[in-house]
């Protein structure tokens, strides 16, 4: 009988885990798993994890089984997923006439006000758009906010902005004399995480990463840098397209195009800090790896290269 109530436990997670909320018995068959139950004593009822499948006694005789089969679900009572079908793009905009502040300007509100991106926000976070220099050279750009630019409502201020900022920094520019912004414009939520916090990140959708694009147009549009680098696949795919290239190594070393501008595309500064975290070694090799794109950016840009700044990560 203990094998059996098991049984019964096992095909009631089975059917919890296809959708399945109750489960039709007859008062007689309920009757008898009661008094087995009863029957086992206390250590029948103990399970590592409540099967959360409820057994409700049938009223009317049961349902023949293929008319339980051909009967459509009943309609769930949790709360409904977030949606994830978005509009094709935003909604028609236009940077107009003025000075490139007036313009950005005009983007931002855009951005911060469209409804699209305002509805992908967990409570109490925000909408980012890039900042930086609206006459960079370079723009750097990458995928997505993490958890500390949802609340701060600007791009690269976590850990791997901090690691971004380090190389912008030995390059001898400092952030305010690049521009730095994302593909997407929010944090791409996981919707089986309930509350304002959420715990990881997701790679965004083709979709989503469609509806943002135009909006990292705009930008770019404004600011006209000579040269685009892109961060880490996500980024890169989202600017030469789905389906592109499958590892990032094909396709940096080399410069590419994106708009008629060149494009660099390197790893993104979180993979530094997952290679650091796996030792010197390979530390070291994945920042060299990303400085090589950087030399071959500044290079490009005419910028002046010391025989110190040639030598970073290179063993000696």
Excluded at 230 to 235: K, N, P, V
Excluded at 274 to 299: C, F, I, N, P, T
Aim: aromatic share 6%.
């Amino acid at each position: 009988m203990k094998e059996a109530l098991h049984a019964i436990a096992e095909e009631l997670r089975r059917l919890r885990s296809l959708g399945v909320r109750t489960v039709p018995v007859s008062e007689e068959a309920l009757q008898a798993l009661r008094s087995a139950v009863a029957a086992q004593g206390p250590v029948a009822t103990v399970q590592s994890e409540p099967p959360q499948t409820a057994v409700v006694a049938e009223t009317t005789p049961p349902t023949p089984a293929k008319q339980r089969a051909e009967r459509p679900a009943a309609p769930s009572r949790e709360p409904a997923a977030k949606p994830r079908t978005l509009p094709l793009a935003p909604p028609p905009f236009t940077l107009g006439e003025g000075t490139k502040q007036e313009r950005w300007e005009r983007l931002r509100e855009g951005v911060l006000g469209d409804p699209v991106c305002q509805a992908q926000l967990r409570p109490g976070k925000k909408v980012v758009l890039g900042v930086g220099d609206l006459d960079a050279t370079v723009f750097f750009c990458g995928e997505a906010p993490g958890a500390e630019e949802e609340v701060e409502g600007e791009p690269f201020v976590g850990p791997a902005g901090q690691k971004l900022t380090r190389i912008i920094n030995a390059m001898d520019l400092s952030r305010e004399q690049v521009y730095i912004g994302n593909i997407m414009n929010w944090r791409p939520r996981i919707d089986d995480q309930t509350g304002p916090e959420q715990t990881g990140n997701r790679p965004p959708t083709d979709e989503e990463l469609g509806y943002c694009l135009p909006y990292l147009k705009a930008q770019l549009a404004i600011v006209q840098p000579r040269v685009i680098v892109a961060l880490g696949a996500t980024a890169a795919k989202g600017l030469l397209g789905p389906g592109s290239f499958r590892q990032v190594g094909e396709v940096r070393g080399r410069w590419l195009a994106y708009e008629g501008i060149p494009l660099r595309v390197t790893y993104h500064p979180s993979y530094l800090l997952r290679q650091d975290d796996m030792g010197k070694v390979a530390g070291m090799r994945a920042r060299r790896s990303v400085w090589e794109d950087m030399l071959q950016v500044m290079e490009h840009l005419g910028m002046p290269i010391s025989e110190k700044q040639r030598g970073y990560f290179l063993k000696t």
